[in-house]
């Protein structure tokens, strides 16, 4: 078995052989390139068709184009301090309850993940629509008198965001825990810290690159988000990804569509150096990333 | 150890079988590479999906296959637009040979140079079309209207006439389409509420704006307006088809409405791509139009046949307006402007 395995590479240098095996993903890697590259060249096309940044400039003068990168940004940042906030919690206390009930949230959470993303969101319209069992229970025990208005706004979005994307913080958070060594903990308790001393002096520090690892993954996602928008905005909510859909699909302008999802990427990718520029800085001071010397 | 199924131990067994392989391979790949038998066989129609897919196949792809022997492979898209994008990207080589449409994308995949022009001659049934319905862009499927849907409960004084919508009483509770909706129709009818026309929108923007402040949501596509009426989301949905009306009609909570003074009247339409198996597009489109497919498919999918040999379903008797009512979209004028209307929708309307 072992030698048939062999034969395909038994003329090849060895040397030769790891990057022979990376051709499939070079292959990919290309076709990334590429469309990348024609999104970039469409972008320059201009109404008349000549090349030029007529596209860029329709965006960035055009208040309502700003308007929308600026609310995709705000709203992603919510979800993201929306996501630590529920998301950071459960990760502790998976990392700190039993076994079995550890792997019960995981599961539940793995499930979360896999089931049907669409699904998902209606399960929430409802649970928190205006005829969800939320506004209903309220109308029925007379605190309200007419439904709250909570989905097809800011915040209905935002609690999409947060329930489709919070599970990624969730794991990030937990699998750095996983490697903490629980002595720290013990060590500091015997020499006199307290419990919230132990948390925000040990755990806290040592988790940091799992809530910024979290953090990308959420805002990233929750910059692109199209989905949730179009599913719990009710049309009021227009994030950039529902505008570079509108732009390339509905009004067939590619060009302008292109531009906007150029400047998206520019956008995510300072985002990225950003944060992770923070978590460097805020790792030397804290002392758990060596200072360069 | 090496048993008798290994290379080396049968070499000449081995070679026979690799050559008779090879054999059936070259004569499989002879089969298929042949265009000819390919274009006598198939005839590839890109269409909506879900239930109006399902009415198809049951009343014209099954019925069409059993009687001419030509093949239908269906391919399906989320909307027409998305389908004229699809399309877009493999121009220089297009696997489809009918698309399922609207008048204004078939408007626009001809400009592309995406379709072959179509015209009655070769077409029998045609004859039987309104003439108007028969251009060389696209030829005329069906007819359908738009009306208002509201829920008996929620809004006790009902709806009668379009004006209806602005009432007070309605705050936060319609449902509106979004400007790409069937492809800019409310648009044209706020115009036309207002005394506009489909060439001048400007009367129609600055009806929407008095009308905005009574929308609890806007609905992108039938499925998401019905979602919305049902769960309570919104209690008026204020531009539905009457066909998506129907399956919820039974639960009585619902009123369907087509309002004075006039109701939108569109088609779906056939374009005849510049696909590999014209001939059978064209058998395909002028089987769809004859009088049996009429009949069925508007039965199933709640429409008004064109055919005018074709009678209308009973199920929409009740609904329908007198013939006067019906108001005609001018789809070459609203496919010119859909664009800046989108646009200019999204800037000024939808805003929170």
């Known amino acids: 078995m072992t030698a048939s395995l062999t034969v395909p590479f038994t003329r090849v240098s060895p040397r030769l052989i790891p990057y022979l095996l990376s051709i499939p993903a070079l292959g990919l890697l290309s076709i990334l390139a590429i469309a990348l590259a024609s999104l970039f060249a469409a972008s320059f096309r201009g109404d008349s068709g000549a090349l030029g940044v007529d596209q860029y400039r329709n965006i960035i003068g055009d208040p309502t184009y700003r308007g929308y990168f600026l609310k995709s940004i705000k709203i992603a940042a919510y979800a993201c301090v929306g996501s630590i906030i529920f998301g950071c919690p459960i990760a502790y206390y998976m990392e700190f309850t039993s076994r079995s009930r550890r792997r019960l949230i995981l599961m539940f959470i793995v499930l979360l993940l896999f089931s049907d993303y669409v699904m998902r969101v209606y399960s929430l319209i409802l649970m928190i629509g205006n005829n969800g069992i939320i506004n209903r229970a309220l109308l029925w025990l007379g605190l309200v008198h007419e439904p709250v208005h909570i989905i097809y706004s800011e915040l209905g979005v935002v609690i999409g965001l947060i329930l489709g994307n919070g599970p990624f913080m969730i794991l990030s958070v937990s699998s750095i825990l996983g490697r903490i060594d629980p002595h720290l903990g013990q060590a500091a308790s015997l020499l006199g810290a307290g419990k919230w001393a132990v948390f925000f002096r040990i755990l806290l520090p040592l988790s940091a690159p799992g809530i910024v690892g979290g953090s990308i993954i959420v805002l990233l996602l929750s910059l692109n988000a199209y989905l949730t928008p179009e599913l719990l905005g009710g049309g009021f909510v227009r994030m950039i990804a529902s505008f570079v859909y509108d732009e390339a699909i509905s009004s067939w302008n590619l060009p302008l569509a292109s531009a906007a999802a150029a400047i998206l990427l520019v956008i995510a990718c300072i985002i990225v150096v950003t944060i992770n520029g923070f978590a460097d800085w805020l790792g030397r001071r804290i002392g758990i990333i060596p200072v360069k010397r | ?352």
């Not at chain 2, 008026?236 to 006039?262: I, N, Q, R, T």
């Not at chain 2, 005018?308 to 010119?336: F, I, N, T």
Request: hydrophobic share 40%; charged share 20%.
């Open chain 2, 1 to 352: 150890m090496r048993t008798s199924k290994e290379p080396s131990a049968g070499r000449k067994p081995a070679l026979c079988t690799r050559k008779a392989g090879a054999v059936v391979a070259l004569l499989l790949g002879a089969c298929l590479w042949s265009p000819s038998l390919q274009a006598q066989e198939k005839v590839v129609v890109f269409t909506f999906g879900g239930t109006w897919l399902d009415y198809m196949k049951k009343d014209i792809i099954e019925p069409f296959q059993k009687e001419t022997g030509i093949q239908v492979e269906a391919r399906v898209f989320q909307n027409t637009m998305e389908g004229l994008a699809q399309l877009k990207a493999q121009k220089n080589n297009l696997n489809v040979d009918v698309w399922a449409t609207s008048p204004i994308p078939a408007l626009l995949a001809a400009k592309e140079g995406l379709s072959d022009p179509l015209s009655a001659s070769e077409l029998s049934n045609a004859q039987y079309l309104p003439t108007s319905l028969v251009k060389p862009e696209y030829v005329g499927w069906y007819k359908f209207f738009f009306g208002v849907v509201y829920n008996k409960a929620a809004v006790p004084g009902g709806i009668r006439t379009w004006k209806d919508l602005w009432s007070p009483d309605l705050k936060g509770k319609l449902g509106l389409p979004t400007a790409a909706y069937g492809q800019g129709k409310f648009v044209v009818l706020l115009n036309w509420l207002a005394g506009g026309t489909e060439q001048n929108a400007d009367p129609g923007f600055a009806l929407v704006k008095t009308l905005t402040p009574n929308a609890a949501a806007f609905f992108h596509s039938d499925t998401e307006e019905s979602k919305f009426l049902e769960s309570g989301e919104i209690a008026v949905a204020s531009f539905m088809m009457v066909g998506d009306y129907l399956p919820m009609a039974e639960s009585g909570k619902y009123e369907f409405v087509a309002p004075d003074p006039y109701v939108p009247t569109t088609v779906d339409c056939f374009a005849l791509l510049k696909g590999k198996n014209h001939e059978n597009g064209l058998k395909f489109i002028n089987y769809a139009l004859g009088k049996a497919a009429q009949e069925a498919f508007a039965a199933d999918g709640a429409v008004l046949p064109i055919n005018s040999q074709a009678a209308a379903p009973a199920s929409l008797a009740k609904y329908a307006p007198p013939e006067s009512h019906y108001r005609y979209v001018d789809e070459g004028a609203a496919a010119d402007h859909l664009q800046g209307w989108i646009e200019r929708w999204n800037k000024e309307v939808q805003v929170q």
